[in-house]
């Protein structure tokens, strides 16, 4: 139904009583159309930035197989679908 391009811009590792990483805060941004352009004058990024140019999404990881996955900077697809 829409995709967005959300690029990492925080992980905040959650410690727990035993000293261990048990979860990540990942906090997403859509992504900045600051990039240099395509050879028509528009980029990927510039594209989304255009359809999407604001919004924040945060999201709590507990999966172990995950954590420590995720680094600032990288960009991800962001695929919204109905759920029935």
């Known amino acids: 139904m829409m995709r ?6 925080q992980v905040k590792r959650i410690v727990g009583v035993n000293g261990d990483t048990t979860s990540e805060e990942l906090a997403a941004y859509p992504v900045c159309g ?3 352009f395509g050879p028509n ?3 990927e990024d510039n ?4 359809y ?3 919004g ?4 709590t990881v507990n999966n172990p197989d995950l ?3 995720f680094r600032p900077g ?3 697809y962001v695929d919204f679908t109905l759920a029935e």
């Open 4 to 9: 967005a391009k959300m690029q990492i811009g």
């Open 34 to 36: 600051n990039v240099p």
């Open 41 to 43: 004058g528009e980029s």
């Open 47 to 50: 594209t989304f930035a255009r």
């Open 52 to 54: 999407t140019p604001s």
């Open 56 to 59: 924040s999404l945060t999201l």
């Open 67 to 69: 954590c420590g996955k």
């Open 74 to 76: 990288q960009k991800f």
